[in-house]
């Protein structure tokens, strides 16, 4: 007998998968290397502490309280605002920290861009200095949270010429009287910044207005939203609201001082949006690699790497215009169109994005636990807040022809 030798089997483990990485053209990379070490910090907090809590607190329609102090050691109060206790840097390292935030949950996201960017913003920006160095140093350290009330129950896109609160001076104070809708943090905030045009000028000015002590100011929470759920939402009413002059913003002497405020947020809500995106499509890219049809994982189908690839590729394009959006800030240039410009791209791809994410989940794309879905529903409160598309369009559409189409 003769004996055939054979080599020993050895059996291929399946090579491991990628991990889901949105970073595809590595914008990080843009980083210095202390940037880059506080958004790794505020990724670690995102991922331990905030997402195992996302979920139930959206469904719960509930703000997570019990995450604030972690939130107060991240150092990241009044980032991009330098001096008063503000943490300072670039504004490209606000805008990472909040593409961060929101890749994890766009409704903590947003409770900081409206403290940080609308409330402190607004004294940032249009404050005098004993102002800032009143409120800003316990805002930086969350100790007081703000608001911001521009929009109104009868007046969103046309508040610039539109506003029906009034504010009527009277000696050291002024008297306001209105109402304000969809204004994020007010059901439990301490510090409402109150936009109300004078009767005097007819001019939008704008009042800092201390929410729990002062008479006649009352706020309802708006119930049953289907987006950023976990962002209280409130309507408030004033009547009567005695403020001393004191609290007036010094610099906000009409609606292009507001105008100023707007400008830096919409910069910020084109971050949030791409980190929405980025946190939708890195669900998706996972689920796909984990869920089997037909006896093989989704992602190898060519139709699902189709919607992967397109959502990689919305992400990329708007993570490289708010890159640039960043540099152009720090060049001094830029303009409302060119904000308004990438809050528009950024929220309309992100709709996009979390629209094929949830796709890419079937059935439990419409089931809060997979994450999918609630990236989908949160997408379209972006898509809208801060002006919706349309109206940073007709921002942009003047700049370009020249003409106006406001009304
Ligand atoms: C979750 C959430 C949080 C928010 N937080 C705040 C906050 O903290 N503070 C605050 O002040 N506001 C806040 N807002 C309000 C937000 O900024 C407004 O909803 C937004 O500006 C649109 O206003 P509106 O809802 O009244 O819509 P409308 O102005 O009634 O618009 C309805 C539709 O008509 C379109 N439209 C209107 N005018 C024109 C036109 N001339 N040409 C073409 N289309 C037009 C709009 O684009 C839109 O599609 C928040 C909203 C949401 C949903």
Same mark, same amino acid.
């Given at each position: 007998?003769?004996?055939?030798?054979?080599?020993?089997?050895?059996?291929?483990?399946?090579?491991?998968?990628?991990?889901?990485?949105?970073?595809?053209?590595?914008?990080?990379?843009?980083?210095?290397?202390?940037?880059?070490?506080?958004?790794?910090?505020?990724?670690?907090?995102?991922?331990?502490?905030?997402?195992?809590?996302?979920?139930?607190?959206?469904?719960?329609?509930?703000?997570?309280?019990?995450?604030?102090?972690?939130?107060?050691?991240?150092?990241?109060?009044?980032?991009?605002?330098?001096?008063?206790?503000?943490?300072?840097?670039?504004?490209?390292?606000?805008?990472?920290?909040? !593409?961060?935030?929101?890749?994890?949950?766009?409704?903590?996201?947003?409770?900081?861009?409206?403290?940080?960017?609308?409330?402190?913003?607004?004294?940032?920006?249009?404050?005098?200095?004993?102002?800032?160095?009143?409120?800003?140093?316990?805002?930086?350290?969350?100790?007081?949270?703000?608001?911001?009330?521009?929009?109104?129950?009868?007046?969103?896109?046309?508040?610039?010429?539109?506003?029906?609160?009034?504010?009527?001076?009277?000696?050291?104070?002024?008297?306001?009287?209105?109402?304000?809708?969809?204004?994020?943090?007010?059901?439990?905030?301490?510090?409402?910044?109150?936009?109300?045009?004078?009767?005097?000028?007819?001019?939008?000015?704008?009042?800092?207005?201390?929410?729990?002590?002062?008479?006649?100011?009352?706020?309802?929470?708006?119930?049953?939203?289907?987006?950023?759920?976990?962002?209280?939402?409130?309507?408030?009413?004033?009547?009567?609201?005695?403020?001393?002059?004191?609290?007036?913003?010094?610099?906000?002497?009409?609606?292009?001082?507001?105008?100023?405020?707007?400008?830096?947020?919409?910069?910020?809500?084109?971050? !949030?949006?791409?980190?929405?995106?980025?946190?939708?499509?890195?669900?998706?890219?996972?689920?796909?690699?984990?869920?089997?049809?037909?006896?093989?994982?989704?992602?190898?189908?060519?139709?699902?790497? =189709?919607?992967?690839?397109?959502?990689?590729?919305?992400?990329?394009?708007?993570?490289?215009?708010?890159?640039?959006?960043?540099?152009?800030?720090?060049?001094?240039?830029?303009? =409302?169109?060119?904000?308004?410009?990438?809050?528009?791209?950024?929220?309309?791809?992100?709709?996009?994005?979390?629209?094929?994410?949830?796709?890419?989940?079937?059935?439990?794309?419409?089931?809060?636990?997979?994450?999918?879905?609630?990236?989908?529903?949160?997408?379209?409160?972006?898509?809208?807040?801060?002006?919706?598309?349309?109206?940073?369009?007709?921002?942009?559409?003047?700049?370009?022809?020249?003409?106006?189409?406001?009304?």
């Amino acid at each position: 007998m003769t004996s055939v030798s054979v080599a020993p089997k050895t059996v291929k483990s399946p090579k491991p998968l990628p991990e889901p990485n949105s970073d595809f053209y590595e914008v990080y990379e843009t980083l210095a290397p202390a940037e880059l070490a506080m958004v790794k910090r505020v990724r670690a907090f995102m991922e331990a502490k905030v997402a195992p809590l996302a979920t139930k607190y959206w469904v719960d329609d509930a703000f997570p309280f019990e995450l604030l102090p972690g939130v107060k050691e991240l150092g990241v109060g009044g980032l991009g605002m330098q001096g008063y206790g503000c943490a300072g840097g670039r504004l490209a390292l606000l805008g990472f920290v909040l !593409m961060e935030i929101a890749r994890i949950d766009p409704s903590f996201a947003t409770f900081f861009g409206v403290h940080d960017g609308l409330a402190m913003g607004s004294i940032y920006i249009d404050g005098s200095e004993e102002q800032k160095q009143k409120w800003l140093p316990p805002m930086a350290r969350f100790e007081k949270i703000g608001c911001f009330g521009l929009t109104e129950p009868l007046v969103g896109s046309g508040a610039s010429g539109g506003l029906t609160t009034t504010a009527k001076r009277e000696g050291d104070s002024w008297i306001l009287n209105g109402e304000k809708r969809w204004i994020g943090n007010a059901p439990w905030c301490d510090v409402s910044v109150i936009w109300a045009r004078d009767l005097a000028d007819n001019q939008v000015k704008g009042f800092i207005v201390e929410n729990k002590t002062t008479p006649g100011f009352s706020v309802d929470k708006i119930l049953n939203k289907v987006s950023l759920k976990i962002v209280q939402n409130g309507h408030i009413t004033l009547k009567e609201v005695r403020v001393p002059e004191s609290n007036r913003l010094q610099g906000g002497n009409s609606f292009r001082d507001t105008a100023r405020v707007l400008k830096m947020t919409r910069y910020a809500v084109a971050w !949030m949006a791409t980190g929405c995106a980025m946190g939708a499509y890195e669900a998706a890219l996972k689920y796909s690699q984990e869920r089997l049809q037909f006896g093989k994982p989704i992602a190898s189908f060519q139709l699902v790497q =189709d919607l992967l690839a397109k959502m990689i590729t919305n992400i990329t394009a708007a993570q490289c215009l708010i890159v640039r959006q960043a540099q152009l800030h720090a060049e001094g240039k830029l303009t =409302d169109a060119h904000a308004a410009l990438a809050k528009a791209f950024a929220t309309s791809k992100c709709r996009e994005t979390v629209a094929w994410a949830r796709e890419v989940l079937g059935g439990n794309g419409i089931v809060a636990d997979y994450k999918a879905a609630r990236f989908f529903t949160d997408a379209e409160a972006l898509y809208s807040y801060e002006g919706t598309y349309q109206m940073q369009n007709l921002i942009i559409g003047k700049a370009i022809t020249g003409l106006s189409a406001f009304v």
